[in-house]
């Protein structure tokens, strides 16, 4: 089958179509005929190559998919052929211990879709049952690929690792991108009062559409720790959820209120951060960090978007054909939302 992916690891010329195995399912799979997946930041890393994780080439990138299930492997029973479903990427052997205690993201053999396995952007994919989920019938098939890694990632790291309450305040660092959208929806719903900090007025405008109360744009002149500290009168912020790393932790926690948090879920641009520590002790703050989600948090996350609390936001939709222009497109300083590939049979 055909896939869209890399022979070797390097920049965006790596990106190719490549051929691999149609895949088989085993003891309680399934297989999906992929009808759209969705690209990540995290495809970036896994092209250029992650230090310690070895990838199997070639490799199809994706860690987003939605459709059709075709194909069961042995003992599947909640799941019937035909069935319209989306996928949760993040995959556990639930028998280690963190799995038994349903700490699933902690698990010991813990895996991503695309990055620890064969990816999604391909005509087939093949998932545990276990980590499939009724498309919502009101979704077209984008919306479904668009949705399931950002909101999972930004749940875990709000309600359940920073422990947002309401009426707490908190700021999103990057206005555009794909988890900023979710973030910025997940914090409101729970109840906070959501600042954007972003780099380009536009960007931002399209946070404040969301639900953020405020947008600020950082400068050079007017970094985001000095941003944010004087929107809070200079109290400082409650939660600060990151995914930039180097350029913006050590500012984030200089803008901390006492007792604040920041929750760093990636570190897109880079992953040594200094840290004053003793900022970190004496307004006894913390820093924080969050990786996916367990399988009940994504399962909550999950009924809030079929509720329509929360929307999947989507940068734009490729034809199969135009595949590899859609990586490319993760590398715009203008991406908001999800880039989403549709399936090779055209369908959105």
């Excluded at 919306?143 to 690792?161: C, G, M, S």
Aim: a neutral charge; charged letters at 20%; one cysteine or more.
């Amino acid at each position: 089958m055909k896939g869209l992916g890399f022979l070797a690891h390097g920049g965006l010329d790596q990106v190719s179509w490549v051929d691999r195995p149609e895949p088989v399912p085993g003891p309680g799979e399934v297989r999906i005929r992929v009808r759209a997946a969705a690209f990540n930041r995290l495809d970036r890393f896994v092209l250029a190559g992650i230090p310690g994780v070895p990838i199997e080439l070639p490799h199809i990138l994706g860690s987003d998919a939605a459709g059709v299930v075709d194909v069961l492997g042995p003992g599947v029973s909640e799941v019937a052929p035909g069935a319209e479903v989306l996928v949760n990427p993040g995959m556990w052997d639930g028998t280690c211990e963190y799995c038994l205690a349903g700490q699933e993201s902690l698990c010991r053999n813990y895996r991503i879709l695309g990055e620890h396995t064969q990816g999604s952007a391909t005509e087939f994919v093949v998932v545990p049952e276990r980590n499939v989920r009724a498309k919502p019938p009101v979704w077209s098939w984008a919306q479904a690929a668009a949705a399931p890694l950002v909101f999972e990632t930004a749940w875990r790291a709000l309600k359940t690792v920073a422990q947002l309450r309401a009426r707490e305040t908190v700021a999103v660092i990057g206005a555009g991108g794909a988890v900023a959208p979710a973030a910025i929806q997940i914090a409101r719903s729970l109840g906070g009062r959501v600042v954007v900090v972003g780099r380009s007025q536009a960007k931002v405008d399209r946070a404040l559409a969301l639900g953020a109360e405020a947008g600020l744009v950082a400068t050079s002149e007017k970094p985001l720790d000095r941003l944010l500290w004087d929107w809070s009168q200079k109290r400082g912020v409650d939660v600060i959820f990151d995914s930039a790393g180097s350029p913006t932790v050590g500012r984030s926690i200089r803008a901390l209120a006492r007792g604040g948090r920041v929750v760093v879920i990636g570190a897109s641009e880079g992953p040594q951060v200094e840290v004053d520590l003793r900022t970190l002790f004496w307004r006894q703050a913390s820093l924080r960090g969050s990786t996916m989600a367990n399988r009940s948090e994504f399962d909550d996350v999950y009924t809030e978007l079929v509720r329509g609390t929360l929307q999947p936001v989507i940068d734009s939709e490729w034809s199969w054909a135009q595949g590899i222009d859609a990586v490319h497109r993760l590398t715009s300083p203008e991406v908001f939302g999800k880039v989403v590939l549709k399936g090779p049979d055209g369908r959105s």
